[in-house]
């Protein structure tokens, strides 16, 4: 009997799906419409299909993961190290090989992504935005090659997002600061071009005056690029006041560890002279000298929900475009 030589694309131009969907099907995969499968065992039957052992641990297409070069250093151990291990653990579960770009706007030319990265995936997400702003997705973006977005959004634009509660985030705590009984709350922002940290800092701000608490505009020092202690240089400048805030919300986990060590430099006690409570949960959160109060957002699942919203958008089963947004939880150590 001659060996089929019809193969999973074959299979997948005649049931008018992905190859991806070929694949999940021929190995029994759940989250398949029944009739999705039942249109590719059609396919599957007519074409005498055989599934070859060499394409049960073949990933069928290819997705694109666009994230800035400056937060590669990062990855392995905050924020978005737990949204990529989330988004490239679901990619293996539903058959997808992730190929991972960098970006360096010093470097690198934008022509490059619209013509290499993005003409050779199935679909893409941009994980954050800093030195990939608006108009670089939408220049990047091309037709029938979807793109979903993690912690940014685009207004005016209708592209699919998973993002955190980040204005929420904020608003819990400075809530939480205000409900321990502080008015004198300083807030350490982060760059302005990353749009979770900006909704951060609108959230501390809208609580805060609620509480008809304004900061003075010393206590909300600017971001200093290249430290590698974020948030320390900016506390810094605050203890250099002649008078002290009582608590600081530092808009992410990174930035309150760095504020903790000028802190401690400055021989103050936390959380007795200044208590500081920030945004993340990242793991070091929990180690940190006193255990860091902060804002728990589900970055793993953040991952998982886009990679599951980029496929079902490359399976054509998803055509109205709609932010997710995950829930927050709001975790008190000692640090307050």
Known sequence: ????KTTMRDVAQAAEVSATTVWMVAHNKPGIPAETIKKVRAAMEKLAYVVKPEEISTKTDSVGLLIEQSSIP????VFYGDVIRGFQAEADY???HVVLSTFDRTTQDLDLLQTGFAQNVSGFVVANDGDIPPDMVMQI???NVPVVLIETYIEGQALPAVLGDNFIAGYKIARYMLDQGHRKIAIL???SKYSSLVDRFRG???AMAEANVLPPAAWMPEPVHGHPLKGY???QEILALPEHPTAVIAISDKTALGAMEAIREAGLSIPRDIAIGSIDNTLE???ARPPLTTVHIPKYEIGVLAMRKLHRLIEGNETIPFKSVVYSELIVRESC
């Open 1 to 4: 009997m001659a060996k089929s």
């Open 74 to 77: 990062a990855i392995s151990d």
């Open 204 to 206: 501390c701000l809208a």
């Open 94 to 96: 539903l058959g997808y």
């Open 189 to 191: 922002k982060g760059p």
């Open 141 to 143: 973006k091309i037709p």
């Open 233 to 235: 240089v900016q506390m």
């Open 285 to 287: 959160s929990a180690y």
